[in-house]
Nanobody, 116 residues
Framework: QVQLVESGGGLVRPGGSLRLSCVISESIFNFNNVAWHRQAPGKERELLAT???????IYEDSVEGRFTISTDKDRNAVILQMNDLKPEDTALYYC??????????WGQGTQVTVSS
């Protein structure tokens, strides 16, 4: 069973930065793509950023230019660097990995709260 473990969430002031990490229990090369999502209270889960097996990266409009997704292949980790955080970025952040058979594995989430 594939396991994903997120870390790095916390409380930050508006304009601040956080770096989220998601460690996967097997090689990132085994997946068709890896991605970060978030879900705010009362809202649907939202896809933020994806790295495809080809290396192509796709960002959702609201985070492009502020968030950067990357991978650390030595650690089998997916990183989300978040800068210029806003109160509306407050949410539970999840990473996901999708296999070539379109099986989706989720982490348990890490809470990000942006507040003064």
């Amino acid at each position: 069973q594939v396991q994903l473990v997120e870390s790095g969430g916390g409380l930050v002031r508006p304009g601040g930065s956080l770096r989220l990490s998601c460690v996967i229990s097997e090689s990132i090369f085994n997946f068709n793509n890896v991605a970060w999502h978030r879900q705010a209270p009362g809202k649907e889960r939202e896809l933020l950023a994806t790295i495809q097996k080809s290396g192509n990266i796709i960002y959702e409009d609201s985070v492009e230019g502020r968030f950067t997704i990357s991978t650390d292949k030595d650690r089998n980790a997916v990183i989300l660097q978040m800068n210029d955080l806003k109160p509306e970025d407050t949410a539970l952040y999840y990473c996901a990995a999708v296999t070539i058979f379109l099986e989706i594995y989720w982490g348990q989430g890490t809470q990000v709260t942006v507040s003064s």
